[in-house]
């Protein structure tokens, strides 16, 4: 059972390109989420799903886009990089959204120049 | 609007003596709260949840206090060992998502 895979792990952009960050899990969850992590912060909520074909936006949506087609993957696009996007990504899943744990990845590290 | 934070950035405690991280937040209407332990490289890995419904749960060496009257939330680690050195996230449940704290960092010295 691996849980939430992420890939990749590291990845260094420069400013102006695009990327897709993967998330996949294999434990049937409905719920899927991104949240992105700046140093000495907590994570904050990027976007979100509830099921496939349903997407919402979290705390911190600019700049990001998301689809869910499966109920497995939950990609992140940045469609054009800036250096503010710089920071650990990480993907989570669950049985619900914010009345139950959220099982979370291993991150991205994303550095933009 | 509401927040989730920690009273102490940094925890240094002694091997064997028991660990207390403290969390405070701010919406009323939380009725789900989660502690999180991450390592460094790694994601956040649960460690123990508690709904409103209680005021303590325990777990395998830690035990999470629940003080609705204050909003306070705690997280207790008995005999805190080496590998018990992490960030500690404190997250309350909000609408589809968790809000989180900003981490404490626990060192456990020899």
């Known amino acids: 059972n691996a849980g939430v895979t992420q890939t990749p792990k590291f990845q260094v952009l420069k400013t102006g390109q695009s990327m897709t960050l993967q998330c996949a899990q294999d434990m049937n969850h409905e719920y899927m989420s991104w949240y992105r992590q700046d140093p000495g912060m907590g994570l904050r909520l990027i976007h979100y799903?509830?099921?496939?074909?349903?997407?919402d936006q979290g705390e911190v949506p600019n700049g990001y886009n998301v689809s869910r087609s499966t109920t497995e993957d939950f990609p992140l696009r940045l469609l054009s990089a800036a250096p503010s996007q710089t920071s650990v990504y990480f993907c989570?899943?669950?049985?619900?959204?914010?009345?139950?744990?959220?099982?979370f990845g291993d991150g991205t590290r994303l550095s933009i120049l | 609007g509401e927040s989730v934070g920690l009273h102490l950035p940094t925890l240094s405690v002694q091997e064997g003596d028991n660990s207390i991280i403290n969390c405070a937040y701010s919406?009323?209407?939380?009725?789900?709260f989660i502690w999180y332990k991450q390592e460094s490289g790694k994601g956040p890995q649960f460690i123990i949840d508690?709904?409103?419904?209680?005021d303590k749960r325990q777990g395998q060496r830690v035990t999470v206090l629940l003080n609705k009257t204050v909003k306070h939330l705690s997280l207790q680690i008995a005999a805190t060992q080496p590998g018990d050195s992490a960030v500690y996230f404190c997250a309350e449940g909000s609408g589809y998502a968790l809000n989180f704290g900003k981490g404490t960092s626990l060192l456990v010295t020899p």
């Open positions: 508690i709904r409103s419904n209680m």
């Open positions: 919406n009323s209407a939380s009725d789900y």
């Open positions: 799903s509830v099921g496939a074909g349903i997407t």
């Open positions: 989570a899943s669950s049985y619900g959204g914010g009345d139950q744990p959220q099982h």
